[in-house]
């Protein structure tokens, strides 16, 4: 039964944390804005106010970052009058204002900024930390207007009435959520909090993004469950007893807050009150007493029944509780009276712990972990010195969420201690997002950093294009000698060579009308052979393709031959590419400034290979442009995101100043990686991209390229994590020798951590392989500046995008484009955005 009482609870939470249903939760799952525990780190001076049931607690607390090991606290309890409660909400909260200036005036303090966490122990609907509407009073607290109000806005206009401007209400926070913190520890956090006392409540550290009524989407967020409400709307019917059904009928909310009239300690006297009754009745109990005072609401406290469930000393206090309630009970009526104690106290205990239960399982689930350790901080007047009630919550919970390890730790000193950790871990919290935003702000591009990429490529292919300007132009606009796009109709089988990506690959394509049908074979190149000498490096490929021909019957055959070679090549016709450099880590001897649809002739004639018939060369962008137009004829433009970076498109011969000739288009090579190697785009590098470029074998080169491509990304994360462990803002600065490494922090590693969802399990195996100890805010905080410099990448790329569509468009005198963009490359499959 308690399996299914925790499996109902889920259900609520959930219902609770989703924007759909939140409106008709029982369970409402409240954000607090509190997203993290204390790490020790946090000091400085802070002021708390405490509004408890009679009572107003002013406490100061001095933090000197020791791992909060010797706070320094003062503080002065301030009694309430009685007609407070039930008064005008503005007395209330100038009684309290009132109350600081008189604990300030008391200690001198000085006068500099004072922040305030206030502890205010009813439900709020919050939407920041420092902003809380009361969504209703209880516990006696009736204030007239204040139900909807900003809570914190007017205790901040109480205080300056009172001319405190110094001191500033930055935290607003109910009890759970100080108690969850008083018990956190230096290293050792608290992400749970149960309180059980005249009512009941918890709170946790949940997974921001499944808190769907906080705008906060990343690391995560204290909610309150508010689970007091359980089972209002009759999920706990079948459990509910006769005796649970009197107590909620003679309460003052019947109805209403059934968990906790199962567990508080207001009603669990009552419960017992009615069984004695009941038995009674049946003649069980008190046989020949008068039993009409146990008709008296109240006459059992719960004091009374933790001393009788207590195994020495239960016996005589139940017969001392009976007799004063002018009882004759008989030893055996004590006994019962005592198990009777026993089984109701029991009870809550075991309900506490199915919806602990369904807290730790819902946290071990939500951060992707097989076995959650956690401390559980526990204010109970059930739980502090009455061991029965301590021992059933730890072993039941045990029983039902077994994959998870809780520690339940007493608070020892209410919540005042919890909320000065809240204003400080806020403040600490808010200086540490200053800190990274200034690292990461030098690669958050505006709308018109990115306008002026865009025209500063237009002005680079403008360059580019003409015959004279070419040469001092960073993108090279090379002429491919392509001048069409397919239609569809073309037919044929072709044989097609793929040199220059990760991979050599040959081919056999036949385009039919059903289609296009493919045989390929990957072929190694081993690195001796790529940076050995150019004849080795071709005559290896004749070698392949003999190989292949031979398994696939073609011998006999003199197939068109097509040649992907993506290197940077003057092309002087369809079939004639004079390789320029090499990239990639090629480096055969011998190549540069040859043709290499000759240098590939003249292996076919060394291996004594006739049957050749080369008829076209290709960079990858224009494959890529051409195989994605033999479906889409709108296809006129090609974009490579992998290794490196480039693009192709279709221009109007008559700009196309290096190839005679004025009619119709060509396409252009643009290769535009090395976009920004004359310095155009200096002001958009930063320092991490300074060092990533300083550690390539062709520093200065690429400089597009570098902020851009697969190659990059990985390198330019890793510098940025290090500038943050330096700045003491990851990993606690602790240092971290792996991530020294070059290249130890993969392109695909972004891929992984960006996925949808937060990918906890994989951030932390990345993290962990890489020797890195990294907390829920470390990973967080590891995923936002992956996402920020892949962000910037795709940025730029489509920043240069652009620039081509609006001088297509141009070209073409056309108010509007429409044209298709071929894409190819790993990085751009496989990141997710
Ligand atoms: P190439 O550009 O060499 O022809 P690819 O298009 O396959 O080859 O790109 C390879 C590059 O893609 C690698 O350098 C690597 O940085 C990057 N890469 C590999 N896997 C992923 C991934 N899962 N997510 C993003 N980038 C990746």
């Known amino acids: 039964m308690l399996q299914v009482v925790k499996g109902r609870m889920l259900q609520a939470m959930h219902k609770g944390l989703s924007r759909q249903t939140h409106a008709q939760a029982n369970v409402r799952m409240l954000p607090t804005y509190i997203c993290s525990t204390p790490d020790g780190t946090e000091k400085g001076d802070l002021l708390v106010v405490e509004l408890c049931q009679s009572h107003v607690r002013i406490m100061w607390v001095t933090l000197l970052g020791d791992g909060n090991q010797s ?16 008064g005008k909400g503005e007395a209330l909260f100038d009684f309290i204002a009132q109350c600081v200036r008189q604990f300030l005036a008391g200690i001198s303090s000085p006068q500099h900024r004072l922040p305030l966490g206030f502890v205010f122990p009813f439900s709020c609907r919050h939407t920041r930390l420092d902003k809380a509407e009361l969504i209703s009073w209880s516990k006696g607290f009736s204030c007239s207007d204040v139900e909807g109000k900003d809570i914190v806005q007017l205790l901040q206009s109480a205080i300056n009435k009172q001319e405190l401007y110094h001191v500033d209400v930055v935290a607003l926070m109910n009890d759970t959520v100080g108690t969850m913190m008083t018990c956190s520890m230096a290293g050792k956090p608290c992400e749970v909090a149960l309180v059980v006392g005249t009512g009941t409540n918890s709170c946790f550290m949940a997974m921001a993004q499944q808190v769907e009524m906080a705008e906060e989407t990343s690391g995560q967020m204290c909610v309150s469950t508010e689970w007091g409400c359980f089972g209002d709307d009759g999920t706990l019917s079948d459990i509910l007893t006769p005796y649970d059904q009197c107590v909620d009928e003679e309460s003052s909310n019947p109805g209403e807050k059934r968990f906790e009239k199962l567990v508080s300690s207001l009603y669990l006297g009552e419960i017992v009150r009615h069984v004695l009754t009941a038995l009674a009745a049946e003649k069980a109990l008190f046989i020949g007493s008068n039993v009409a005072v146990l008709r008296t609401k109240g006459v059992l406290k719960i004091q009374q029944v933790l001393e009788i469930i207590d195994n020495e000393e239960g016996m005589a206090e139940a017969r001392r509780a009976l007799e004063a309630l002018g009882l004759r009970p008989s030893e055996r009526d004590c006994c019962r009276v005592q198990q009777i104690c026993q089984a109701v106290v029991s009870r809550a205990a075991t309900l506490c712990a199915a919806g602990l239960a369904a807290i730790l399982s819902h946290m071990c689930q939500s951060q992707e972990l097989k076995r959650l350790v956690v401390n559980v901080g526990v204010d109970s007047e059930l739980y502090r010195g009455h061991t029965r009630f301590g021992e059933i919550l730890q072993s039941v919970t045990e029983l039902l969420a077994p994959e ?17 950790m809240v204003t400080a871990v806020a403040l600490r919290l808010a200086a540490q997002r200053h800190e990274v935003d200034q690292v990461l702000a030098p690669l958050r591009l505006s709308r018109a950093d990115l306008q002026r990429v865009q025209a500063l490529m237009r002005q680079e292919m403008e360059l580019g294009l003409g015959w004279e300007s070419n040469a001092n132009a960073s993108v090279r606009m090379l002429p491919t000698y392509v001048c069409g796009t397919p239609n569809g109709t073309e037919r ?40 050995g000498t150019g004849e080795v490096l071709f005559d290896h490929i004749i070698e392949c393709i003999m190989d292949f021909q031979l398994k696939h019957n073609l011998t006999e055959q003199v197939l068109p031959l097509g040649f992907t070679f993506s290197f940077p090549c003057q092309q002087l016709g369809l079939d004639k590419a004079v390789l320029l450099s090499w990239t990639k880590g090629f480096s055969a001897s011998g190549c540069v400034g040859q043709d290499v649809v000759q240098l590939l002739q003249e292996a076919a004639q060394r291996k004594q290979h006739l049957g050749l018939k080369v008829v076209a060369v290709v960079n990858d962008t224009v494959g890529t442009m051409m195989s994605c137009g033999y479906d889409d004829p709108k296809c006129e433009i090609g974009l490579i995101v992998g290794t490196g970076t480039n693009a192709c498109y279709m221009e109007e011969m008559q700009n196309v100043g290096a190839v005679e000739g004025e009619q119709g288009r060509m396409c252009i090579n643009m290769e535009w990686g090395a976009f920004g190697d004359n310095g155009c785009l200096d002001d958009i590098f930063t320092d991490f991209d300074r060092l990533v470029d300083e550690k390539t074998i062709n520093a200065g080169k690429q400089r597009f390229e570098k902020l851009i491509s697969g190659m990059y990304l990985g390198e330019i994360v890793r510098h940025i994590l290090l500038a943050l462990v330096e700045k003491q803002l990851l990993f606690r600065g602790k240092p971290c020798p792996k991530l020294q490494i070059k290249g130890i922090f993969q392109t695909k590693f972004l891929s992984a951590i960006e996925i949808d969802g937060l990918a906890l399990r994989q951030v932390r195996a990345i993290l962990q392989d890489l020797e890195l100890q990294a907390s829920l805010e470390d990973s967080v905080l590891v995923r936002e500046v992956c996402q920020t410099v892949s962000l910037r990448a795709a940025q730029l790329c489509a920043a240069g995008l652009a620039a081509v569509v609006e001088k297509m468009r141009e070209n073409r005198g056309l108010a509007q484009l429409a044209v298709t963009v071929g894409v190819d490359g790993t990085l751009y499959k496989m990141h997710p955005w």
């Open 404 to 420: 998870c390890m809780a520690t339940l730790l007493p608070s020892i000193d209410g919540t005042g201690w919890g909320a000065a």
């Open 492 to 531: 044929g089988e072709f044989l097609v060579l793929d040199l220059g990506g990760t991979n050599f690959r040959v081919l056999l394509v036949r385009m039919a009308k059903d289609g296009i049908h493919m045989a390929s074979k990957i072929y190694v190149i081993p690195t001796t052979i790529t940076q």
């Open 71 to 86: 706070p320094q606290v003062m503080y002065k309890i301030f009694s309430m009058p009685g007609d407070i409660m039930q």
